[in-house]
């Protein structure tokens, strides 16, 4: 089955509910690297309760479609497809905890032709459902690998975010643990890929690989660090491209340029010296 245009574009997605807790909210921080030295207090708050914060990034695990690119009447060949980028925009500091709805719809479909695959964008707006509030908007770019040349539209919308080139403004080393993806998977991805070994033998990988995701928060963590001293009100904005596979434990090295508020960045695996993240844009204060 081949992706039919019209009708992946205009498909209809159920309204996502979500409760989750203090709890949920200190394991994704765990999964993303806060708490890796427990005697950090600027970390520790985002990992224990007395005056808890949310990491800005664990907006992209709140009322999220699940592989919706799995169901058949996609004629997504899903097991050929990846996470190509990701943007959050947040609206508001993320809550501790509550209970949270959103619907994703997809926003734009990019036939690169036969034998190239497509790009699919799809966003979902998280809101309080208490409040009627937005919360954040995600906008996910997905690369089908197995699906192109279904005569849909040739270009894309969307463009690549430069990064100067200059050395660094700033640049943040953080550690990921080995059992990363084992922790943060707990947030709600179960892909096997980052669990099982000979799962991710079997993907071509010599070990199970992190989460695009988790790279994405830990991103986010290094911004949140170095140019926002830890407070997720002056955080604002995150966009990026995935390049390459991280392993967990590897050092995940962001380089940032800044221009008042605006930063450009990108993510290099400091033991493989390989550009893991690319076209990194962000947006504090």
Known sequence: ???????????????????????????YALGVGLGNDPLNEDCLQFVYEDGLKVVPSMGVVLAGPGFWAREPDTGIDWVKVLHAGQELILHKPLPTSGVVEATTKITEIVDKGEGRGSLIASERVVRDQATGEDLCTLISTTMARGDGGFGGPSTSTSKPDPIPEREPDLVCDLPTLDQAALIYRLSGDFNPLHASPSVARKGGFEKPILHGLCTFGVATHAILKTLCDYDPARFHRIRLRFSAPVYPGE?????????????????????????????GYAEVS
């Open 1 to 27: 089955m081949a992706i039919n245009y019209e009708k992946l574009l205009n498909r209809k997605f159920e309204k996502i509910t979500q409760n989750y807790t203090e709890k949920d909210s200190m394991l």
């Open 251 to 279: 050092t995940i090295r962001t380089e940032m340029w800044r221009d008042g508020n605006k930063v450009a960045f990108r993510c290099r695996s400091v033991e493989r010296d390989l550009v893991i993240i690319n076209n």
